[in-house]
């Protein structure tokens, strides 16, 4: 194997791992806002929901920022096409991106019904939009998106079929979860109560969407290709799958702290799942493989990629110990008090 | 209008847009964590009042500078796909660099400034702000160092793929030291950084002028003029010399931005600088050149009275920058910024002389001057970009052949549309955010449990 392409695998690797990681930490952001409008009974628990993600939805959606950074240094064609291929789809969610942050931010910076109740509306639409789109899109690549030599011939509309929207619909309840579990560690009495609650009503939803969606993978995909080239790896799927009843298991055990976690190994499982199947491209092509996107045809050189291992390997460390110490400062629950005396939401 | 004039257009107005927000962030982060740290060192309360006042402020101005920035990072993609498949192995480095090394740092120290107060002890809360500056600065390096490479591509070999479908030929990374030692990009990045942070002081002294003209908070509005007229005036002279050796890299690199920027016609010797000249690229000459002081422009690209300066004439037509827009932006950015300085070595003066709520009229004054930092900015980036055309890459990629192939005009009419809209809307709401919470002033007590001593600030 020649450094090349150690490269590009361990690169394909950090890639899966970015995109991972940023689901697993925005997926609680995106699901606090779906719940948002239907969870929080008055302005008190409003503005408590919004302070669960305050002092991390940013960071959380740097992850989204270096994924695109690391596609665009390691993979640039990759990169060049897939923005450009999914050009409007892009844009929509770039604009619920938009959306979710000012939301956030400004809701509470003026004291008016009116103000509030519009931001209220952005908080769900950057909540419930972008966990659509995200799921859409990788519904898409999964199938492989029409390209060939003359280039593209997927349309925006081509992108909502049947398995892409279930890839969809998959996704929001994943988050809708993951968000409900979060708010029920992150506050107390009612509220932590009725997320709690939710969480629990809507994973058998989700459960029945993800069995769904694994055999229309099976069926309408190459995802499994490599998992039936070498069976072992079932143990990915497999793992996914558990972590998914451990969920539940863990909610009937009152552990909500463990429910959360388990939530956090699924999103990473399903992911990893994902990824590995779609080794050694990034995105197939459904018409002509030889115009797939893989790790070999649309890597960078091997200087990049040597560049940016050393970058990956000083930094990443780095950054996931000062986030880790963060995340350790405002652990627990919030307290009902600071709600009321900092103001800053 | 074709996809190419449209992508540029939405890249105009995105960057452009973008740009408002960040020069604010790069300056006042800076003036907040001193702030922070006198307050540390002094135990004085005012101190804080002002971080915790003039943070929230920050803090309004960069929610948009985070949000408007992910746009510029797919538009590379979405908009101009041919550049980053051609560039995209020296190009995407410093990008990914910046993510990794500045954004997280950045967001995640911000996040426990705002909501840290009463969780870590006062230093750590000053750090955290530092961090949040040293970070945000950090970040403009690399970006800066990203742009030099599309002014100055340096460290490149163009190399071509055999038998790869996707990509047939691009730039690759043959230097890595080269590309970020880029003097280009190094000399951007300090007058780019310096001139936020004049940006930041006519900011700061231009709220507190409105509120010493009340008056209101009258120790704590003196004390963040003070500070914020000796920052921009230290800043303003960094920002003059930076500007002069950026100036001289230009003249090294880029010979048509150059003549476009003097708006020289003819390659002659000792070039002279006219004071007022009107360029008439229609007839490729001045129509208009009035007060020439003899040989100063060769003085200032090259450091020689005598050098020759390359005319517009010998550089093919279709290889020129639009003249009339470069040179008149230049010209109106230097004269923004002369009078800034003017306005800033008052500011000094009369803070020093303690002399500055008995002077409404310089108050006055300083509440309009707000403005003058953006517009010198703005230009500063329309000379910039503007003046490397028709070239995305200078001398290697032009910007007629970066753009994406798989997108068609309509879309692009339609995101700019979009886009146009959009953040209209989010620059009205930030004004308003911004100019009420400016105008409510600093909170009158310190919330409870803040000015306690050791841990909880």
Redesign the interface.
């Known amino acids: 194997m020649d450094a090349l392409y150690a490269l590009q695998v361990t690169w394909f690797v950090l890639w899966g791992v970015l995109w991972s990681v940023y689901f697993m930490l925005d997926g609680f952001v995106l699901g606090m806002g779906m719940l948002y409008p239907f969870m929080a009974r008055d302005e008190k628990e409003k503005r408590t929901m919004i302070?669960t993600v305050?002092?991390?939805w940013?960071?959380n959606?740097?992850w989204?920022?270096?994924a695109?950074?690391?596609t665009?240094?390691?993979f640039?064609?990759t990169?060049?096409?897939?923005?450009?291929?999914l050009?409007?789809a892009?844009?929509l969610l770039?604009?619920s991106?938009?959306i979710r942050?000012?939301s956030i931010?400004?809701r509470g910076?003026?004291e008016k019904q009116g103000w509030k109740r519009f931001w209220d509306v952005g908080i769900f639409v950057g909540g419930m939009l972008p966990a659509v789109l995200f799921g859409i899109a990788f519904g898409n690549i999964f199938q492989g998106l029409p390209m060939d030599?003359s280039?593209?011939h997927g349309t925006l509309v081509g992108l909502f079929n049947p398995y892409g929207l279930l890839a969809g619909v998959l996704f929001v309840f994943l988050f809708m979860v993951h968000g409900a579990l979060y708010v029920s560690v992150k506050t107390t009495g009612g509220l932590s109560r009725r997320a709690a609650a939710f969480a629990g009503r809507s994973w058998s939803v989700l459960a029945a969407v993800a069995i769904l969606f694994l055999v229309h993978t099976y069926l309408s995909t190459g995802i499994f290709a490599n998992y039936l080239a070498s069976p072992v790896l079932f143990l990915l799927p497999l793992a996914a799958v558990s972590s998914l009843a451990l969920i539940r298991l863990q909610l009937s055990r009152g552990s909500l702290a463990g429910a959360f976690a388990a939530s956090c190994s699924t999103i990473v499982l399903v992911c990893a799942t994902g990824f590995v199947g779609l080794f050694p491209n990034l995105i197939p092509s459904s018409l002509d493989t030889?115009?797939s996107?893989t790790i070999t045809?649309?890597s960078?050189?091997v200087?990049?990629l040597a560049?940016?291992t050393v970058?990956?390997l000083v930094?990443?460390p780095v950054?996931i110990a000062?986030?880790a110490w963060?995340y350790r400062?405002?652990r627990g629950p919030l307290n009902p008090e600071?709600i009321d005396?900092?103001?800053?939401y | 209008m074709d996809v190419v004039t449209l992508g540029r257009w939405q890249f105009a107005i995105t960057s452009m847009f973008h740009f408002i927000f960040v020069p604010l962030t790069l300056g006042l982060s800076v003036l907040v964590a001193w702030m922070e740290w006198r307050f540390v060192k002094t135990g004085d309360g005012t101190w804080l009042r002002m971080a915790r006042f003039w943070g929230r402020l920050f803090v309004i101005n960069f929610v948009l500078g985070v949000v408007t920035g992910i746009t510029m990072e797919f538009q590379f993609g979405m908009n101009w796909a041919e550049y980053s498949k051609y560039v995209g192995d020296i190009f995407g480095a410093p990008l990914a660099i910046e993510a990794t090394s500045a954004f997280f740092m950045e967001s995640v120290f911000l996040g426990l400034w705002m909501f840290g107060w009463n969780k870590v002890s006062k230093k750590t809360h000053a750090w955290s702000i530092t961090l949040v500056a040293f970070a945000t600065n950090l970040s403009a390096l690399w970006i800066l160092l990203a742009n030099g490479w599309m002014q100055n591509p340096v460290g490149a070999n163009i190399v071509e793929l055999a038998g790869n479908p996707l990509v047939s030929r691009r730039a690759e990374m043959a230097d890595v030291f080269a590309v970020f030692t880029n003097p280009y990009g190094w000399v951007k990045f300090f007058h780019t950084v310096l001139s936020g942070y004049v940006l930041a002081a006519f900011f700061v002294m231009g709220v507190s002028a409105w509120h010493l003209l009340k008056p209101n908070e009258v120790v704590l509005f003196k004390r963040s003029f003070k500070a914020a007229a000796v920052f921009g005036l230290v800043s303003g002279f960094l920002v003059l010399g930076t500007g002069d050796f950026h100036g001289s890299e230009i003249a090294k690199t880029q010979p048509s931005k150059l003549a476009a920027l003097e708006a020289v016609w003819e390659t002659h010797k000792g070039v002279g600088l006219s004071i007022v000249v009107i360029p008439d690229s229609e007839a490729e000459r001045n129509s208009l050149e009035l007060i020439t002081i003899p040989k100063l422009a060769s003085l200032l690209a090259y450091r020689d009275p005598d050098a020759e300066i390359k005319g517009l004439k010998d550089i093919p037509k279709d290889l020129r920058p639009p003249v009339g827009l470069v040179f008149h932006s230049f010209r109106l950015m230097v004269g923004i910024g002369m009078l800034m300085l003017l306005l800033s070595i008052a500011a000094v003066y009369l803070s020093f002389r303690d002399r500055i709520e008995a002077s409404p009229l310089f108050l006055k004054l300083m509440i309009p001057a707000m403005a003058l930092p953006y517009i010198a900015g703005q230009l500063g980036w329309i000379v910039a970009e503007v003046g490397r055309q028709p070239w995305i890459v200078y001398g290697v990629l032009k910007t007629a052949d970066a753009a994406s192939k798989s997108v068609d005009a309509a879309q692009v009419l339609f995101s700019l549309v979009a886009f146009t809209v959009v953040y209209s809307l989010l620059g009205a709401v930030d004004a308003y955010l911004l100019v009420t919470s400016a105008k409510a002033g600093p909170e009158a007590r310190l919330p409870a449990g803040l000015d306690a001593t050791g841990k909880g600030v």
């Open positions: 302070a305050g002092p991390v940013d960071g959606e740097v989204l920022i270096t695109g950074g690391a665009f240094a390691a640039p064609t990169y060049a096409l897939m923005f450009s291929y050009y409007t892009l844009l770039l604009f991106l938009i942050g000012v931010e400004f910076k003026v030599a280039g593209y030889a115009y996107m045809n649309s960078s050189s200087a990049t560049v940016m970058v990956a930094f990443v950054v000062y986030k963060v400062v405002f600071d005396s900092q103001k800053v």
